[in-house]
């Protein structure tokens, strides 16, 4: 920055011009840096509010699905609490790095994991490595969470001698590449239990 002025005789006739030169190299940069944060802060804070908006959208939705499939309101408590639970655990692991999504790996396990279901013991899985976007992940996490729920209460999980095998592949003879997951329970009691809903 360059301030400039006249040094002037006694008559007032300009003999020079004078002047002060400042680097102001250090306070420009800053003033960018507080600009660019500012912008970051108002984009992260858009972000923010989007993923909000589809957090309470999704809650609303295993609200209602789970209104409509509940037998009773003790029955709508552990089913909401439970699928509420599993969505938070989704959310937790994407939280640590959106941009790199969530194993699917981990996703299951983990799922598994909160019914003392361990792999080697009742549980085998089998698939490549596969990195699940956070939309992906949500949607995937409360299926499994569905899956296991039944195994408790139906299927391996409720019988010591129950086992389930988790597997999964990359199709890629299709465009975009499809996820194929399988799960299967063996050793689960024989009882057939009186349905009361489709679904």
């Given at each position: 920055r360059d301030t400039d002025f006249p040094l002037l005789d006694e008559t007032g006739r300009v003999l020079r011009i004078g002047g002060i030169g400042q680097d102001i190299t250090e306070r420009k940069e800053a003033e960018e840096a507080l600009r660019a944060s500012e912008e970051r802060a108002k984009l992260l804070l858009g972000e923010l509010q989007h993923r909000v908006r589809n957090t309470l959208s999704v809650i609303r939705s295993i609200t209602r699905r789970t209104a409509e499939t509940s037998q009773s309101v003790e029955d709508y408590?552990?089913?909401?609490?439970?699928?509420?639970?599993?969505?938070?655990?989704?959310?937790?692991?994407?939280?640590?790095?959106?941009?790199?999504?969530?194993?699917?790996?981990?996703?299951?396990?983990?799922?598994?994991?909160?019914?003392?279901?361990?792999?080697?013991e009742q549980v085998r899985m089998v698939g490549p490595s596969v990195r699940l976007q956070p939309k992906a992940a949500e949607t995937f996490g409360l299926a499994v969470h569905e899956l296991a729920t039944n195994a408790v209460k139906h299927g391996a999980l409720s019988s010591p001698d129950g086992r389930i095998r988790v597997t999964w592949r990359v199709h890629n003879g299709t465009d975009p590449p499809r996820l194929v997951f399988e799960w299967k329970e063996s050793g689960t009691p024989n009882r057939t239990p009186k349905r009361k809903r489709r679904g």
């Open positions: 408590a552990m089913h909401l609490d439970g699928r509420i639970n599993a969505f938070a655990r989704v959310q937790t692991a994407v939280a640590r790095d959106p941009a790199a999504g969530l194993d699917l790996t981990d996703l299951v396990a983990d799922e598994l994991l909160t019914y003392a279901a361990l792999e080697g």
